[in-house]
């Protein structure tokens, strides 16, 4: 059940990780769509967290190509639900997560991400 | 009272029938619902503003059962897979994690609007290996700076946990303002042996008056019903003295019986005679 929402806030957690390590990249990602309750004011309150660039183009490698590259400045209901499709409506149930830096592996499988690190990886 | 987390690691107490044992008792349903609910109230999140949380140790989602119910989005984490399967059964909203909250977040800067966690910091204080990193202080350390950097400015997080000592507190509390967070323990029932919960409410920034420590819930509560119970032992205790114990095989029983054997038809019944029932003196 990793959402975009979440994806868009998780950085890589193992020591000396600090650069460079976010997002984490999919791979081999099975997706599952499932229709969540839209909420127009929690996708606009939850805007200014968002990191664009790295949703859209985790959206883009996912196949939804609904986002516009930029952050449009007009927010028109259609952008927003989108926005609330892309956000969390989209599962990613297996595959795995990868950082972009240290390539440490975060296995996904049952749509839960496992994101314990081994002992010399713990900062 | 038994304490779990001084018997195994968290991911193995909660094993497969532990978790379905866990979730399936009503009673710490409703216990777990109540310590989610008081622990929204110190959350003190903003009136009609949809809120993204995190439920740190959020289990099989007992809590975020009710963190759906209030309209909030979240993400939580646990350590034990059985549990995140029953919760994945349940059909929570929310994102789960296999995460040990000992090892820290990785979390983008201000990402949640708050946080809570339902009995879970008692399992960061015992030992798993002796390994450094393993020290609870230190796995303590990692957490809460990981957290604090995590939460938005400003914002609350709530930990109901069960302290075995005023150590423990005393513990948590100094490592979680080294890592900068404000606030403290919040004790609801003090006096009460079982209503008394403890509660660890800290601020991200906020700065000054505007984060007011919340109060403690006083005496009444489930005091009362204690109290109650007690008065209706009392009674029946009365009651018992009082109420003079019959002699159960007294002469007009034992005549009735024997009437009634004869009807029946039974025989050797001995016959009435002014000796039936009679009074023995004592033997010794």
New interface residues.
Partial sequence: MVRLITHNLLACHVKGCTSNNFPLEFKDAKLELREAEYNSEFIRGFLPKIEWKALVDTARQLGDTSLPLEQPEMLDDEFLKNLHHVLLEIHIEEGSMICPNCKHDYPISNGIPNMLLAEHEIG | MSRPELQAPPEIYYGDIEAKKYTGNTRNQQIQADMTYRALELLNLPQ???A?LLDIGCGSGLSGEILDEE?Y?W?G?D?A?SM??VA?EREV????????IG??????P??FDGAISISVLQWLLNAE?S?P??SPPHRLH?FFT?LHSTLRNPSRAVFQFYPSSDDQIQLITSIAQKAGFGGGVVVDYPNSKKARKVFLCLFVGGGGGQQQMPKGLEGEGEEDSKVRFERRRERERLKTKVGKRKNVKDKDWILRKKELYRKRGKEGVPRDSKFTGRKRKAVF
Avoid at chain 2, 94 to 99: K, N, P
Avoid at chain 2, 103 to 108: D, E, I, M, V
């Fill in positions: 009609n503003e949809p993204f309209g989005i993400a984490m350590i897979p995140l399967e994945l909203e929310g994102d789960l994690f296999l995460q040990d090892q820290g977040f990785g979390f983008r201000g990402s290996t390994h990193t393993s990692r990981t």
